[in-house]
Nanobody
Framework: QVQLQESGPGLVKPSQTLSLTCTISGGSITTNSDYWSWIRQPPGEGLEWIGYIAYSGRTYYSASLKSRTSISRDTSKNQFTLQLSSVTPEDTAVYYC????????????WGQGTQVTVSS
């Protein structure tokens, strides 16, 4: 059973960089065919996919957030990290990490989510 756990600060000031880490247990970040995503849900809105890092280390980002997003990984710790720069209050959301396998249409394992508020 794969388990994902998000961690990071719950409050970030405008213009700063939001940084969150997802720790994976019960699976490996380098397992062939696995893609590890960051997804967020602003208050009162639907889910928004931010980007992923693949088992190979390749990354791919949402076009709307690409200029501000970086996803990296630490294979020794089985973790991957989201950095979102120049945040504004519109980046306030619950942030989730999740796994998707090649050939499937949805993410099958999700973290519980972590609330991040952007405010001065």
């Amino acid at each position: 059973q794969v388990q994902l756990q998000e961690s990071g600060p719950g409050l970030v000031k405008p213009s700063q960089t939001l940084s969150l880490t997802c720790t994976i247990s019960g699976g490996s970040i380098t397992t062939n065919s696995d893609y590890w995503s960051w997804i967020r849900q602003p208050p009162g809105e639907g889910l928004e996919w931010i980007g992923y890092i693949a088992y190979s280390g390749r990354t791919y980002y949402s076009a709307s957030l690409k200029s501000r997003t970086s996803i990296s990984r630490d294979t020794s710790k089985n973790q991957f990290t989201l950095q979102l720069s120049s945040v504004t209050p519109e980046d306030t959301a619950v942030y989730y990490c999740a796994r998707k396998r090649t050939g499937t249409t949805s993410h099958d394992y999700w973290g519980q989510g972590t609330q991040v508020t952007v405010s001065s």
